[in-house]
């Protein structure tokens, strides 16, 4: 994950693309660490391109009696937006309308098929019990007549025939007013949208690098702009060696500082990103926007939210389909090539796919069901372990063991005879960041007195 953050490239106009919404959702002055925190930017590539913001935008810029730069921009930042903007704008926009009409198209071909080959049975139906009549002699027959021979069996081929069934129907009582829309169900879905998950299963989201880095930066902010790899750890679900990377991204990214402990801890500092142009970050009444890794369990994947009646009746329209382009195949292909392609070869592979990748998925299910079991179980594993607890290896649980050393566990025999794992380096970073955190006076992360104002004077 640390690798990925990394790995992402900030140019200016993407940068622009992400600070200028931001700053229009502000609507008040801000220092670069409010900017930042709430975007989750780089502050070394952020601060340049704030000041060209300033100058192109007419914006304001404050500075506090310490030194403290506050940006604001009172006059909006409304421009005309480039060639290049509006044409990047439109390809976003065709590929949205491309995914969206890929996957209702799944739904439109599958009810397309389904009637085309219910209207060739029907035919094909009313073709055979036109040339029973015909055959039959109803000449005099009366009410007994045999219809040619078959018996009364033969009207029986009539059953597709609406019969009309007089019913008296009570006079209902004129209601008044309007009868209340009954609330739709929370997992309704539209049918183009069932379709889609019963052969690809629900959207996966995206990853969201920059919410991951707004979710650490906000932990900084509510723990006085102190961290160590081993609580980075237990944010992300990482290994501690990984871990080390992600603190070093930080600091290289947001101008971050290291100072080593008595012990040897490596505690990483964040004071510039504190300072606050409200009021000091760690006071704010705000909710918290981070959480430890164990309080995000995983659910149970699944092949689709669809319910039994939804997968079985989608099930039976594509078995449909994919029974009669194999039935028909033959005759179409004595009408032509291109009736063998439109209504045999493409509604029979079209059919095929929309059983066998819900089947591959299926097959994989399993796999993916237990790799989520182990990821939950790890969870509740660092959960013990940041609580203080030691852990006894399980015989049963071999991922234990992969556990501790992704946490460099030390195994250690207590007074009974049992071998336990204990987390050392976890547990001596836990005290020395809490001491150094301590030690910070919350004061000097607040604003002086505003020494100069690009708008007054």
Same mark, same amino acid.
């Given at each position: 994950?640390?690798?990925?953050?990394?790995?992402?490239?900030?140019?200016?106009?993407?940068?622009?693309?992400?600070?200028?919404?931001?700053?229009?959702?502000?609507?008040?002055?801000?220092?670069?660490?409010?900017?930042?925190?709430?975007?989750?930017?780089?502050?070394?590539?952020?601060?340049?391109?704030?000041?060209?913001?300033?100058d192109?935008?007419?914006?304001?810029?404050?500075?506090?009696?310490?030194?403290?730069?506050?940006?604001?921009?009172?006059?909006?930042?409304?421009?005309r937006?480039?060639?290049?903007?509006?044409?990047?704008?439109?390809l976003?926009?065709?590929?949205?309308?491309?995914?969206?009409?890929?996957k209702?198209?799944?739904?439109?071909?599958?009810?397309?098929?389904?009637?085309?080959f219910?209207?060739?049975?029907?035919?094909?139906?009313?073709?055979a019990?036109?040339?029973?009549?015909?055959?039959?002699?109803?000449?005099?027959?009366?009410?007994?007549?045999?219809?040619?021979?078959?018996?009364?069996?033969?009207?029986?081929?009539?059953?597709?025939?609406?019969?009309?069934?007089?019913?008296?129907?009570?006079?209902?009582?004129?209601?008044?007013?309007?009868?209340?829309?009954?609330?739709?169900?929370?997992?309704?879905?539209?049918?183009?949208?069932?379709?889609?998950?019963?052969?690809?299963?629900?959207?996966?989201?995206?990853?969201?690098?920059?919410?991951?880095?707004?979710?650490?930066?906000?932990?900084?902010r509510?723990h006085?702009?102190?961290?160590?790899?081993?609580?980075?750890?237990?944010?992300?679900?990482?290994?501690l060696?990984?871990?080390?990377?992600?603190?070093?991204?930080?600091?290289?990214?947001?101008?971050?500082? #290291?100072?080593v402990?008595?012990?040897?801890?490596?505690?990483?500092?964040?004071?510039?990103?504190m300072v606050?142009?409200?009021?000091?970050?760690?006071?704010?009444?705000?909710?918290?926007?981070?959480?430890?890794?164990?309080e995000?369990?995983?659910?149970?994947?699944?092949?689709?939210r669809?319910?039994?009646?939804?997968?079985?009746?989608?099930?039976?329209?594509?078995?449909?389909?994919?029974?009669?382009?194999?039935?028909?195949?033959?005759?179409?292909?004595?009408?032509?090539?291109?009736?063998f392609?439109?209504?045999g070869?493409a509604?029979?592979?079209?059919?095929?796919?929309?059983?066998?990748?819900?089947?591959?998925?299926?097959?994989?299910?399993?796999?993916?069901?237990?790799?989520?079991?182990?990821?939950?179980?790890q969870?509740?594993?660092?959960?013990? #372990?940041?609580?203080?607890?030691?852990?006894?290896?399980?015989?049963?649980?071999?991922?234990?063991?992969?556990?501790?050393?992704?946490?460099?566990?030390?195994?250690?025999?207590?007074?009974?005879?049992? #071998?336990?794992?204990?987390?050392?380096?976890?547990?001596?970073?836990?005290?020395?960041?809490?001491?150094?955190r301590?030690?910070?006076?919350?004061?000097?992360f607040?604003?002086?007195?505003?020494?100069?104002?690009?708008?007054?004077?």
């Amino acid at each position: 994950m640390a690798q990925d953050l990394m790995q992402e490239e900030w140019s200016e106009p993407k940068l622009r693309g992400k600070l200028e919404p931001a700053l229009r959702e502000f609507g008040r002055p801000a220092t670069l660490g409010d900017i930042v925190a709430a975007t989750g930017l780089p502050a070394e590539r952020t601060e340049p391109v704030l000041r060209a913001l300033l100058d192109q935008y007419n914006g304001q810029l404050a500075v506090d009696e310490h030194g403290e730069l506050v940006y604001g921009f009172p006059r909006g930042l409304d421009r005309r937006r480039t060639l290049s903007e509006m044409a990047a704008q439109a390809l976003a926009a065709l590929w949205l309308w491309f995914k969206l009409a890929y996957k209702v198209g799944i739904s439109v071909m599958l009810v397309a098929y389904f009637t085309i080959f219910l209207t060739i049975a029907l035919i094909l139906l009313v073709a055979a019990i036109a040339g029973v009549f015909k055959d039959a002699d109803l000449d005099g027959c009366g009410d007994g007549c045999d219809l040619g021979g078959c018996g009364e069996g033969c009207a029986n081929a009539l059953f597709w025939m609406p019969v009309p069934i007089p019913v008296d129907v009570p006079p209902q009582t004129q209601r008044k007013g309007r009868r209340k829309a009954k609330p739709r169900d929370a997992n309704w879905l539209p049918f183009w949208q069932r379709v889609y998950e019963f052969v690809f299963g629900p959207d996966q989201p995206q990853p969201d690098n920059l919410a991951i880095e707004r979710e650490l930066l906000d932990f900084l902010r509510d723990h006085r702009g102190r961290v160590t790899a081993a609580e980075l750890a237990a944010l992300r679900g990482i290994s501690l060696d990984d871990a080390d990377k992600l603190a070093l991204h930080l600091m290289v990214e947001h101008g971050g500082d #290291v100072a080593v402990s008595d012990d040897g801890s490596l505690v990483y500092l964040f004071d510039h990103l504190m300072v606050s142009a409200t009021e000091s970050a760690e006071e704010a009444d705000a909710p918290r926007r981070w959480s430890w890794w164990w309080e995000r369990a995983e659910p149970q994947p699944t092949l689709n939210r669809n319910s039994a009646g939804a997968n079985w009746g989608i099930g039976f329209l594509n078995a449909f389909n994919l029974t009669a382009s194999a039935l028909l195949a033959r005759a179409l292909w004595d009408l032509g090539l291109g009736w063998f392609l439109g209504l045999g070869l493409a509604p029979l592979g079209f059919s095929a796919l929309l059983f066998l990748i819900p089947l591959a998925r299926w097959f994989k299910l399993p796999a993916q069901k237990q790799a989520v079991d182990r990821r939950n179980r790890q969870r509740a594993w660092a959960e013990k #372990v940041f609580g203080g607890t030691t852990l006894l290896p399980d015989e049963s649980d071999p991922e234990l063991d992969a556990f501790a050393r992704w946490w460099q566990a030390e195994p250690e025999v207590d007074d009974d005879g049992r #071998v336990r794992y204990r987390f050392g380096r976890i547990a001596q970073e836990l005290t020395d960041v809490a001491a150094a955190r301590e030690a910070v006076d919350p004061t000097q992360f607040r604003l002086g007195a505003i020494d100069y104002d690009s708008d007054k004077d």
